[in-house]
Every structure is written in structure tokens, then in C-alpha cells.
């Protein structure tokens, strides 16, 4: 099973609201990633958790917070977003990186965002 | 500053052809290249690509690496509707944690 689930498909927000993104993985991989991607452009990477620990952050505005409370769930928490937030909010998982070799990223379908 | 660039960004063939999509970086810390397919929502994982010269194969998909000219190809033959997409090259590096470098992407039309 290479399976990334992400709730909700869609969700459109005003700039006053506080929401937030689900993903979930059960493949048993350690490392989870929020990318950002706007219309034809590539994803963008936001965060980076490594066994449950925060390992980047993109310079992210601290409208967007993350949270990963266990090895399969990370959430993206939203606030006071503007309308260039706007995007497809992709989560990602795979194992984590050993020296030498190289991992698979397996992406999730995504969260469409629009903010009114 | 790390970077990947896609060639051609956009590329039009009738059902048929024979494709070539390239893909070439400058990274430091280079783990692995990976080819992805997107078409209306996630990329899905078409190669991983760690060791040069050694061709990865999937029916009428294939990649190979360069490591001493930083780049890979993708080629598709017999093209059909069904390959239209972007295809994405992504560079593995390690910057503390693991994080993928995406290229622009080429946006692949096949007409009928």
C-alpha cells in the first residue's frame, strides 16, 4: 500500500477563519513533508518532519503551522490566511534519508485552497 | 543555490512518437533524481535514479542518469493520449533532513 490520504479535497476560507489540513500515511515511513503548488508551477516545499520532529521549515509565514502528533498523521493548521495562500496543499511521506541511497517521496491527491 | 532545470518546459507530438524530456542540476549534497507524473492532482512516482548509466525501464517509460554531466533523460516511445501530463524531475538532496528540489516541469500534449 503506497497510499497518502489528505482531508479535505477542497476547502474554501476567508481570511478571518482558522482551519485546518489532515494527512495520514500507513506505510510505516518516518518523514513527512507539506509542499505548496500553484498553478503550473512545481511544489514547493514547506515543512519537513523527521521522526515526529520539525527538520525544515521553508521560511514559512507563521500563518501556517504544523503539527505532527503521531508517525502517521501530519496537520496544517491555517489562520488568518490571505488569497495568495491560495493553492494545492500536497503532503508527502517516505522514509527517512539514508546516506547513499535514496527514498521515495509518495505524494498525497491534495487539499485545493481557495481564501476568499 | 540549488537548482534543477527542465527541458522543454512544453512539447506538443502526435500518438506515436518517441519522447525525450531532460532534466539537468546543480545540487550539492546529491542523493538521488526521481521522475514524476502529474496530471490533474498528486505527481505519481515514476523512477528513482541513484547510479549512473544504469537504465530504470517501465513498459514505454525509461530513465537513465549521468552523474558526471548532472542530468537524466525520460524517454517515452509509442506515445499515447494517456501520457499527456507534466512530468517532474526532482533531485534528492540531504540539507539536514531529506528534501526533493523540483524542476519546472514539462507539460507533455499527445493529440490523437
Known amino acids: 500500500d503506497t497510499e497518502v490520504t489528505q482531508t479535505p479535497k477542497h476547502l474554501v476560507m476567508g481570511m478571518t477563519n482558522k482551519k485546518s489540513l489532515k494527512c495520514e500515511q500507513h506505510m510505516g515511513h518516518r518523514a513527512m513533508y507539506w509542499y505548496k503548488q500553484k498553478a503550473k508551477k512545481p511544489p514547493e516545499l514547506m515543512f519537513v518532519y523527521s521522526y515526529e520532529k520539525l527538520s525544515i521549515n521553508e521560511s514559512v509565514p507563521s500563518r501556517f503551522s504544523p503539527e505532527c502528533p503521531n508517525s502517521s498523521l501530519l496537520n496544517l493548521h491555517l489562520h488568518a490566511l490571505q488569497p495568495e495562500d491560495s493553492a494545492l496543499y500536497l503532503c508527502a511521506s517516505s522514509q527517512v534519508g539514508r546516506t547513499g541511497g535514496g527514498d521515495t517521496q509518495y505524494f498525497g491527491p491534495g487539499t485545493r485552497l481557495t481564501v476568499l | 543555490e540549488d537548482k534543477v532545470v527542465q527541458s522543454p518546459l512544453s512539447l506538443v507530438v502526435h500518438e506515436g512518437d518517441t519522447v525525450t524530456l531532460n532534466c539537468s542540476y546543480e545540487?550539492?549534497?546529491?542523493?538521488?533524481l526521481l521522475w514524476y507524473k502529474q496530471e490533474k492532482k498528486a505527481p505519481t512516482f515514476l523512477f528513482m535514479l541513484?547510479?549512473?548509466?544504469i537504465e530504470k525501464k517501465s513498459g514505454r517509460l525509461s530513465s537513465i542518469l549521468d552523474k558526471k554531466e548532472l542530468f537524466s533523460i525520460l524517454n517515452i516511445t509509442a506515445t499515447q493520449t494517456g501520457d499527456s501530463a507534466v512530468y517532474l524531475c526532482a533531485v534528492r538532496i540531504i540539507q539536514g533532513a531529506q528534501k526533493l528540489v523540483f524542476g519546472q516541469g514539462t507539460r507533455l500534449t499527445i493529440n490523437p
Open positions: 541513484t547510479s549512473s548509466g
Open positions: 545540487v550539492t549534497n546529491f542523493r538521488s
